[in-house]
């Protein structure tokens, strides 16, 4: 891989600095361990310490307590004992939840059993008091019990201060070893940075030095020196290899000189011959040039015309495209009323068809009347035939109550009022026949009215159809013309490019002409000076002999 010398002197600074952040992480952990250590005798065997004194004086305030009720009998002090017996019992807890040491387990322990005791025998001490016994005894177990406590909490406080003295101790050492660590760490991070700071330079100064003194040699002239050989990839390897490229160059240089000059001044003794040749060509020259000058007047002449026409070729063509751009505005405009009246063609042939419809459906209808009207003439008849056969049976009736005197004169009356009801129902079956008989009539009139304007219509539809037919051509033939003539303008912007491209080539070779016809004119006059210079020549081609010999004098200072 290759590195620069910036990327090696971050890769070594950057492992001096990753050793000191080694040596701050080492640090800062040493640190904080110390500092939780210190925290944890504050925070657990302080308190353990302070637990214990706390249940020293909850029990003496136990006691006295005690003492209160037996001389006061105040009944606040029951309560006082129950509350210390409470406090001191979260106390001996969380003392024991907080203690890891079985030593003093077994003491805390003991502690609790003790204070169980204890208040057992305050308790005694009540009920013999209320009950108004002698009290001497339990008296007696009670200040036991509180001598063991008081012996007991004293031996579990010197036990925690020697647990804080052996962790002072401790963390005193640790510390120690820990400042001991930082140091090693520390001299080791000097003792590399060192070696790294060293070994970067000597891998860097050395290729530097045997570039400069290689430098030195070829400024001596010495430049049959060997080549460098460095495996550096980096800035200094380039130069390196810079350095090996100059060498070759500078040794094919002076060679190249070397045999330059030995040709130098062969060449300057050819050169005075050919100056004499020169200088006749300079005369043919001259004598072209003039005849290439006129041929260049009759070119820009030729151009100048082709250019004239060019432009009105130009001005015509911009015409047509106009034109051609109107014909195409006008034949989109056709194109959308053409559209447009497709389009209401289109609506007329569906309301032509929604017309047949409804004179399809009419005819039905009028149809399914007629087969009604049909059923009703025969109802009629019917109605006719019930009426003659009911008059006759009135008839009937009418001659029975005749022959039946005075007890038929009201059946007679029935039967009178009977054939009349018959009567009527007659003649109103005969004007419901009639009328059925005009409906008839009017139904088959309606038949052949609609029947003929659905003939119409369906004309109708054929003509719109052809009609919507015809757009259609129509429209196609609008959307032909557009193409071709989009096509037209397509091809008439082409030919206007042709004709501007065309245009100015001409241009340009008209002043191509005329360049070279003032060049013919300076032609002209340079010739007369290269005559003059040609005298020259030959005066400098001697100069340039001894320069020669000069260099090939300077160039032996160089060894190759």
């Known amino acids: ?22 040596i701050s992480i080492v640090s800062l952990f040493t640190i904080n361990d ?6 944890n005798i504050l925070d657990i065997e302080v308190e353990k310490i302070n637990l214990g004194k706390e249940i020293e004086i909850l029990q003496n305030e136990a006691e006295v307590s005690v ?23 979260l106390a001996i807890a969380t003392l024991k939840a907080l203690t890891k040491d079985k030593s003093i387990a077994d003491i805390i322990i003991a502690l609790e059993s003790s204070t169980s005791w204890f208040y057992k025998s305050a308790d005694q001490i009540i009920s013999l008091k209320s009950s108004g016994r002698d009290l001497s005894d339990a008296l007696n177990t009670m200040k036991e019990n509180n001598d063991t406590i008081t012996s007991q909490i004293s ?10 003295q052996q962790v002072k101790a401790d963390i005193n050492s640790y510390q120690a070893r820990s400042f001991i660590l930082v140091l090693i760490i520390t001299m080791i991070c000097i003792i590399l940075g060192l070696g790294i700071a060293t070994a970067m330079g000597i891998y860097i100064t050395n290729p530097i030095r045997k570039v400069t003194s290689g430098l030195e040699e070829i400024a001596k002239g010495n430049l049959s020196i060997e080549e460098l050989h460095i495996k550096s990839r980096d800035e200094v390897g380039i130069m390196a290899q810079t350095y090996n490229k100059m060498l070759a160059d500078l040794r094919q240089i002076v060679q190249r000189v070397r045999d330059s000059s030995a040709h130098l001044t062969t060449s300057a003794e050819t050169l005075s011959a050919t100056s004499q040749e020169t200088l006749a060509s300079s005369q043919m020259v001259a004598t072209t040039t003039e005849k290439q000058l006129t041929t260049s007047e009759q070119q820009v002449h030729l151009m100048q015309t082709s250019v004239d026409q060019l432009e009105s070729l130009d001005s015509s063509v911009s015409q047509i495209a106009k034109s051609n751009e109107e014909m195409i505005h006008s034949t989109e405009s056709v194109h959308k009323y053409v ?53 006759l049976l009135a008839l009937n009736a009418a001659i029975e109550a005749a022959r039946a005197g005075d007890y038929g004169k009201g059946f007679a009356v029935v039967a009178n009022e009977v054939k009349k009801l018959a009567e009527q129902s007659k003649n109103s079956a005969k004007q419901i026949n009639e009328m059925v008989k005009q409906i008839q009539l009017a139904s088959m009139e309606a038949v052949q009215s609609v029947t003929n304007g659905g003939s119409k219509v369906n004309e109708g539809i054929n003509k719109t ?11 196609d ?3 032909d013309v557009i193409i071709k003539a989009e096509t037209v303008t397509n091809a008439i912007r082409e030919i206007k490019q042709l004709t501007n491209s065309v245009k100015e080539s001409i241009i340009r070779v008209q002043a191509y002409a005329k360049d070279v016809a003032s060049l013919s004119n300076e032609t002209s006059a340079a010739t007369e000076q290269h005559l003059q ?25 160089f060894n190759l």
């Open 339 to 391: 559209v447009k009246g497709s389009e209401v063609v289109t609506e007329v042939v569906m309301q032509m068809d929604l017309i047949h419809q409804t004179f399809n459906e009419t005819t039905e209808m009028i149809k399914n009347m007629e087969t009604k009207s049909s059923a009703i003439h025969h109802i009629t008849s019917l109605i006719t035939d019930i009426s003659e056969q009911t008059n």
């Open 477 to 479: 033939s609008v959307n």
């Open 465 to 475: 159809q052809e009609s919507l037919q015809v757009f259609t051509n129509v429209k």
């Open 155 to 164: 031996q579990l406080i010197d036990l925690e201060n020697q647990n804080i």
């Open 34 to 39: 110390l500092t939780n250590r210190y925290q």
């Open 533 to 557: 210079a040609n005298e020259e020549i030959a005066f400098n081609s001697q100069s340039l002999t001894k320069l020669a010999e000069t260099l090939q004098i300077e160039v032996r200072h």
């Open 1 to 22: 891989m290759k590195f620069s010398i910036r990327k090696k002197l971050w890769i070594g600074f950057g492992f001096v600095l990753f050793l000191l952040l080694a």
């Open 67 to 89: 003492f209160e009720y037996i001389t006061l009998e105040n009944p606040r002090s029951i309560v006082d004992i129950k509350n210390a017996q409470n406090d001191g019992f």
